[in-house]
């Protein structure tokens, strides 16, 4: 199976300011379609997943603009351009490209 | 809009079975691919089993191969799993997914989960 790393916590970041999650997959997530199935989930406390972002740096509908995914190959990166508090949350990567679908273990977004 | 409502949670024993259900509203429910995702208390998300439009296409994670079993039945916009020999480390809250035609394939829309505690 390919596996997911990320950072368990976040670099601290005040509210209004920039933040930027990293994962790494174990292999290359090209499929031989050409495409690259990382996917970025939300899971807010106490609240089911919800899709931010899908091929690495699509926005899903409805997911606001401060939200943007980047990467390609292994490394990958979601970036928040002004944190909000309604942002607060654990973050997951998780790539489609393969069976078995793997997610990484998440990363707690830390509010100074 | 689009709602997944997962069902058939609960308490059971070591050993013993459970079938969960999923019932989808709000979109043509046979023309999705689906998933079913766990998430331990604490712990993060795994995904654990794949079903294709049709049902005639399945993949499991080793943790449950063997033991679970996903199908579907699309004239009833339900999606099940079927939890055999059951561990304590099965306990979790599991949310059916679907797989987003208009999102390359990623889990657009989930269910608020069921929980499944396996415990003597």
């Known amino acids: 199976d390919i596996v997911m790393t990320q950072p368990p916590l976040s670099s601290p970041v005040t509210l209004g300011q920039p933040a930027s999650i990293s994962c790494r997959s174990s292999?290359?997530?090209?499929?031989?379609?050409?495409?690259?199935?990382l996917n970025w989930v939300q899971q807010r406390p106490g609240q089911p997943p919800r899709l931010l972002i899908y091929?690495?740096?699509n926005r899903f509908s409805g997911v606001p603009d401060r939200f943007s995914g980047s990467g390609a190959g292994t490394d990958f990166t979601l970036k928040i351009s002004r944190v909000e508090a309604e942002d607060v949350g654990v973050y997951y990567c998780?790539?489609?490209?393969?069976?078995?679908?793997?997610f990484g273990q998440g990363t707690k977004l830390e509010i100074k | 809009e689009v709602y997944l409502v997962e069902s058939g949670g609960g308490l059971v024993h070591p050993g013993g079975s459970l079938r969960l259900s999923c019932t989808a509203s709000?979109?043509?429910?046979?023309?999705?691919?689906m998933n079913w995702v766990r998430q331990a208390p604490g712990k993060g998300l795994e995904w654990i089993s794949y079903?294709?439009?049709?049902?005639?296409?399945?993949f499991y994670a080793d943790s449950v191969m063997g033991r679970f079993t996903i199908s579907r039945d699309n004239a009833k916009d339900s999606l099940f799993l079927q939890m055999n020999s059951l561990r304590a480390e099965d306990t979790a809250v599991y949310y059916c997914?679907?797989?987003?035609?208009?999102?390359?394939?990623?889990?657009?829309?989930w269910g608020q989960g069921t929980l499944v505690t396996v415990s003597s």
């Open positions: 997914s679907r797989e987003g035609v208009s999102a390359g394939g990623a889990p657009d829309y």
């Open positions: 709000g979109f043509t429910f046979s023309d999705y691919e």
């Open positions: 079903i294709s439009a049709s049902g005639r296409t399945t």
């Open positions: 292999q290359s997530l090209v499929h031989s379609d050409g495409n690259t199935y």
């Open positions: 091929k690495s740096s």
């Open positions: 998780m790539q489609a490209t393969q069976f078995g679908y793997t």
